[in-house]
């Protein structure tokens, strides 16, 4: 067992049945579980966080299952952070591609990110929205896929 495993292993045995783990070079953690809607062509997984029995009735509480993967995983987000993902997978929740930085450096790195995307499609290099693997679905065909929950 690899020390990715041990770090794997910790999560609940409900969020890693919803984790399909590459193996390959890139090693992304690909959330298949729920999805919040898309914002601007881009999915992010989410996940229902169990309630106590003192609040059964109110609404389930979500949070994005790489802001709880790293909570669960790596340390509490700092306050006046959030969870950027340094891979430019927005469904990717392994940790080591995961970094908390201020809301002021996501939103920089997003933009210089949509910009090399751009760049990408004008010069036939062809990425193909959200993500880098032609084997995933597209956000469409995610909404149109039926999880267990």
Not at 67 to 82: D, F, K
Not at 129 to 143: A, I, K
Request: hydrophobic letters at 30%.
């Amino acid at each position: 067992m690899t020390d990715d495993d041990d770090h794997f292993d910790k999560l609940p045995r409900a969020v890693r049945s919803r984790i399909r783990r590459d193996h390959d070079d890139a090693g992304h953690w690909y959330w298949v579980g729920g999805l919040m809607h898309p914002q601007a062509g881009r999915a992010y997984g989410q996940v229902v966080l169990p309630k106590p029995e003192s609040q059964r009735r109110r609404m389930p509480r979500f949070m994005l299952i790489h802001r709880y993967v790293w909570e669960v995983l790596v340390a509490p987000i700092p306050p006046g952070h959030v969870i950027d993902h340094v891979c430019h997978e927005s469904l990717c929740c392994n940790p080591d591609h995961l970094e908390p930085v201020t809301i002021e450096e996501n939103s920089s790195r997003g933009g210089a990110a949509r910009q090399a995307a751009r760049a990408a499609k004008v010069n036939g290099n062809g990425h193909n929205g959200n993500r880098s693997r032609p084997d995933l679905p597209t956000v469409t065909e995610w909404e149109q896929l039926e999880f267990d929950t």
